[in-house]
């Protein structure tokens, strides 16, 4: 298909002639069976919704279809309208556009949905099981025409993975205004989502799926890579410093690819399950994994093997989990670091595969007997966090990974409470990221070239380093080792081969690095030596995003875990200090319900509006959750933004007294 067939499909949006049906590609990965949730009139309800989309004319040839898919798969997704051409991020260029802004969203969507990126591209969902960028095809073929014909005097706003229509706006205003499962608070349990996801009216859009700003699994290694890399500094001296570490972990899928990658980095042994095949042989395929075992004994000698070379090796485990930490229990194998990165957000839909089921059985029973499904993952659950508990009495440092293992094996009932009614295991946000990264201001910042050229992204991690290079010697004691650790990262990072899909980086800059680094693009862009338009964006994941009491805020001890004021005044305070698009979710990597969620993209050209944009919004954009850290009493967010204030007059922000620990035992003695 040539580059003119390829623009004229986008303009047409939802084309006015049925395009055939589509075979079910049994060689790309899907998602699992939704459990069937509808009675018959809500059925009838969601396939009217669906019909929305299309006259008349086509309602009794897509009607039965659209029934059909519901009952096969549980949801509609219109497979029938998939496009022909390749998904895939292209130069900006080769998009249809009014808006050069409008063309970048374009291409971070069809990175979104990249097969090589996204973990069920068909089903338009790209990480953690259900995070989507749309509900259906039809709606990704009409915001697409949206996108190619809207000027920057228009905003187009989403709810929901629906395109609700272009509004009249003006160019400092968002060009895209994104909303994804805002329901009612009372209606946020799984099996609401469950229902209306079906009825086609809300959506789960994860993090940075529903905010079009995902960029494969590199989006979490420079995370990971310091978690682990600060987890090691965490442990008792115990082994020569030649011998690497053993870190044993789950998940091989969207963003949980990114450990073995990670503790390659970090110069670890790793060890990860994964029970989907497909999901084990792509990271491998791809190089994210060194080797793959098959059994439990062949890969316990790698390890041991691994330990004798004192080599630097990632094996995947194909199997469960569960049977990883009991053989390893069981056979006294030493394991230094231990965490999990199943998607146990989403526990009952493909989340998280019980133990003594294999894969298909698994699918299969949770779609056809879901009640059975939950209590084989209750059991599984209590025997999984048994096996861990036997090997933290012999030393592992176990983390939870913000995946929600901690709450569910709780709702559970496995052992992972102590005496007082708190978890056994720290959060990795309360013990490393929250107090090591986030209180500092420091958190996932992004940017992808929409040139999609290799050499662009060549000379933007050369010149990111060379702007922390500079900070470096600027910056006080407090954050000289994370200065260090993003050097290292940022030098390596071509080396390591980490881009999936679109030519993109991922570094953790705090508000000072982000903006210099961000204003040395814009300049470069303008010079030329950078030869288009670059994205600049972050994971919901970061400093202000995310209002998230078992992650991202885990750490936030003056009891305002629960609320969601940082989240949603930090996609408030985005929306008009100059990004390009802005998003709200309910959802992300701890479930829905459990987390309010907000993300941004803004398109930098080299102009000097947007070098008056990224000054404005990436400030507010970090300052902002420094902010209520410090009114937390975190010990380095008052230190971040008494710092701030030194730098910017005109910042003003309300410091906590502090009050005397003692005091308040005396009062409550008396």
């Known amino acids: ?61 897509l009607a039965p279809e659209f029934l059909k898919e519901l009952r096969d798969y549980g949801r509609i997704y219109m497979y029938r309208f998939r496009p022909d051409y390749e998904m895939k991020a292209r130069h900006i260029d080769e998009y249809p556009h009014q808006s050069k802004q409008a063309a970048a969203i374009m291409l971070m969507i069809c990175n979104n949905l990249d097969c090589t990126v996204a973990q069920h591209p068909h089903e338009l969902i790209t990480y953690g099981g259900n995070g989507a960028v749309f509900q259906n095809w039809a709606q990704y073929l009409l915001t697409m025409q949206y996108l190619a014909t809207m000027t920057d005097e228009q905003t187009l706003v989403m709810y929901s993975g629906h395109p609700m229509g272009l509004y009249p706006s003006h160019p400092n205003a968002p060009r895209v205004v994104v909303t994804n499962g805002m329901v009612i608070p009372n209606y946020s349990k799984p ?90 042989h792509t990271r491998h395929s791809q190089g994210w994994v060194d080797e793959v075992a098959e059994s439990l004994t062949e890969l316990e000698e790698r390890v041991r093997l691994a330990r004798e070379k004192k080599e630097i090796v990632s094996i995947a485990y194909k199997g469960n989990v569960v049977d990883v930490w009991e053989h390893f229990a069981r056979n006294g194998v030493r394991v230094d670091l231990g965490s999990d990165q199943t998607s146990l957000h989403n526990p009952w839909a493909g989340g998280y595969y019980p133990v003594g089921l294999s894969y ?63 978890f056994r295991y720290p959060s990795y946000v309360q013990d490393i990221m929250g107090p090591m990264c ?36 600027e910056s006080p004691a407090e954050i000289q080792q994370q200065m260090t650790d993003n050097i290292h990262w940022i030098k390596e990072a071509g080396e390591n081969k980490l881009v999936v899909g679109s030519q993109a980086r991922i570094l953790y800059a705090d508000a000072e690095g982000r903006m210099r680094i961000a204003e040395a693009f814009n300049n470069a862009i303008k010079n030329g030596e950078i030869s288009a338009p670059i994205v600049l964006g972050r994971d919901h994941h970061d400093v202000s995003g995310t209002d998230s009491p078992y992650r991202e805020t885990s750490n936030i001890y003056d009891g305002s875990g629960f609320t969601a004021d940082m989240a949603v005044q930090n996609v408030i305070g985005d929306s008009f200090r100059g990004a390009t698009w802005v998003s709200i979710h309910n959802g992300g990597g701890v479930g829905w319900g459990e987390v309010i969620n907000g993300g941004f993209g803004m398109v930098i050209d080299g102009s000097t509006e947007a070098h008056k944009r990224l000054k404005s919004m990436l400030f507010w954009d970090v300052n902002n959750g420094i902010s209520r850290r410090s009114w937390a009493r975190n010990e380095g967010a008052v230190f971040t933004i008494k710092r701030a204030m030194a730098l910017h007059p005109q910042l003003k922000v309300t410091i906590p007294n502090m009050a005397d620990d003692n005091l308040m035992d005396e009062i409550f003695a008396e």
């Not at 055939?20 to 969601?46: F, G, M, Q």
């Open 360 to 422: 298909e059985e698994s699918n299969e029973m949770m779609a056809h007997d879901p009640d059975l499904f939950k209590e084989k993952v209750r059991e599984s659950l209590k025997r999984h966090v048994a096996a861990i508990n036997r090997l933290t009495a012999q030393g592992m440092y176990f983390f939870d990974y913000g995946n929600a293992f901690l709450l569910e094996s709780g709702r559970a009932g496995a052992d992972i409470f102590k005496a007082d009614g708190r």
């Open 1 to 61: 298909m040539d580059i003119n067939q390829f623009k004229s499909l986008i303009l047409a949006g939802i084309p006015d002639t049925l395009p055939a049906e589509k075979n079910y590609d049994d060689t790309i990965n899907h998602a699992p069976v939704r459990k069937d949730i509808l009675t018959d009139e809500e059925k009838k309800l969601a396939i009217k919704n669906a019909l929305r989309y299309f006259p008349k004319n086509h309602h009794k040839t």
């Open 438 to 473: 986030f209180d500092y201001g420091f958190g996932p910042f992004r940017w992808v070239c929409t040139s999609n050229n290799h050499k662009d992204l060549e000379k933007s991690d050369k010149i990111a380093c060379e702007v922390l290079e500079q900070l470096r010697q």
């Open 191 to 280: 099996d609401d989502w469950e229902r209306f996801n079906a009825l086609g009216v809300s959506q789960y859009g994860q993090m940075t799926a529903g905010s079009f700003m995902y960029i494969g699994p590199q989006g979490i290694v420079h995370g990971t890579t310091i978690t682990v890399l600060n987890a090691i500094r965490k442990l008792a001296a115990g082994l020569d410093s030649g011998t690497p570490r053993l870190f044993v972990t789950a998940g091989l899928g969207g963003m949980s690819g990114a450990q073995p990658k990670a503790a390659n980095i970090a110069k670890c042994i790793s060890v990860t399950a994964e029970v989907n095949p497909k999901a084990l």
